[in-house]
T-cell receptor, first 111, second 115 residues
Framework: KQEVTQIPAALSVPEGENLVLNCSFTDSAIYNLQWFRQDPGKGLTSLLLIQSSQREQTSGRLNASLDKSSGRSTLYIAASQPGDSATYLCAVKDRDDKIIFGKGTRLHILP | KAGVTQTPRYLIKTRGQQVTLSCSPISGHRSVSWYQQTPGQGLQFLFEYFSETQRNKGNFPGRFSGRQFSNSRSEMNVSTLELGDSALYLC??????????????FGQGTRLTVV
């Protein structure tokens, strides 16, 4: 059974710092991995999608990597801003087309 | 292009009642999935529909059901509501099923409170 774990559960960093969020999954038989952002009480905003054959994806200040063999992904945020404060969710799409989510990392950027 | 639309945004229901939630996917998308989000359990998969057929179902009781119409709009129904059904219900749409490059787009969710 696929399980997705995100560490840490919460993180506070000063504005301007670079940071890394971690995600691990137990079954490497995935279609893709997607990183989402969720603001309090809101829906999910897709940040990056990495297909199973890819190693990384970049969008602006965000870079996500995927190491399928070790079951790990990282989301790198450069030059963090207060507007980056949110919960970041990692999700894998398994071969049954289900999306399995981690519990998320609550990120707080200190002005 | 309009995003995923979920209605209503908020609902308050009494235990024992039933509720129907609606999701309109992005135009052209044929796959719709439903998720329940609670503080304790996080996001849990309910079911997925593709071209009016249920392709996958999560581990939820039979009180939770859904359907998809020919225009890809989907509804989710919960019967005999329990206090534990209080949650944010999220719908996701994607263009295809069973492919690696299919990105999932989520709606803003329906906040259901059962009293």
């Amino acid at each position: 059974k696929q399980e997705v774990t995100q560490i840490p559960a919460a993180l506070s960093v000063p504005e301007g710092e670079n940071l890394v969020l971690n995600c691990s999954f137990t079954d490497s038989a995935i279609y893709n991995l997607q990183w989402f952002r969720q603001d309090p009480g809101k829906g999910l905003t897709s940040l990056l999608l990495i297909q199973s054959s890819q190693r990384e994806q970049t969008s602006g200040r965000l870079n996500a990597s995927l190491d399928k063999s070790s079951g790990r992904s990282t989301l790198y945020i450069a030059a963090s801003q207060p507007g980056d404060s949110a919960t970041y969710l990692c999700a894998v799409k398994d071969r049954d087309d289900k999306i399995i989510f981690g519990k998320g990392t609550r990120l707080h950027i200190l002005p | 292009k309009a995003g995923v639309t979920q209605t209503p945004r908020y609902l308050i229901k009494t235990r024992g009642q039933q509720v129907t939630l609606s999701c309109s996917p992005i135009s052209g998308h044929r796959s719709v999935s439903w998720y329940q989000q609670t503080p304790g359990q996080g996001l849990q998969f309910l079911f997925e529909y593709f071209s009016e057929t249920q392709r996958n179902k999560g581990n939820f009781p039979g009180r939770f059901s859904g359907r998809q119409f020919s225009n890809s709009r989907s509804e989710m129904n919960v019967s005999t509501l329990e206090l534990g059904d209080s949650a944010l219900y999220l719908c996701a749409s994607s263009s295809f099923a069973g492919t690696a490059n299919t990105e999932a787009f989520f709606g803003q969710g329906t906040r259901l409170t059962v009293v």
